[in-house]
């Protein structure tokens, strides 16, 4: 059984930054790859940044330039760095976890982010 567990949510003024943390416990050896989607009231869920194994990063175009996302392989963490929020970074971040190229990811529960003056 794998967990996955987001931390780092919570309210902050536009302008202002928030780092997320990813991290992942259970049988699992190895994670391709691992990333960040986010789901704002009403509108689908995101892609927001992802990493694979080798340090490869995609993002957003919205959020190029203000986030970085980050790895750690051998603690199985992943990290959002976040600055110069905007109220439309508002939304629930999802972490997830992909074992493998052709796997079924593992979903933390989420954690909100709130950017709002």
């Known amino acids: 059984q794998v967990q996955v567990v987001e931390s780092g949510g919570g309210l902050v003024q536009p302008g202002e930054s928030l780092r997320l943390s990813c991290a992942t416990s259970g049988s699992i050896r190895r994670i391709y790859a691992m990333g960040w989607y986010r789901q704002a009231p009403g509108k689908q869920r995101e892609l927001v940044a992802a990493v694979t194994w080798d340090g490869s990063t995609t993002y957003a175009d919205s959020v190029k330039g203000r986030f970085t996302i980050s790895r750690d392989n051998a603690k199985k963490l992943a990290y959002l760095q976040m600055n110069s929020l905007k109220p439309e970074d508002t939304a629930v971040y999802y972490c997830?976890?992909?074992?493998?190229?052709?796997?079924?990811?593992?979903w933390g529960q989420g954690t909100q982010v709130t950017v709002s003056s």
């Open positions: 997830y976890v992909q074992p493998t190229t052709t796997t079924t990811n593992y």
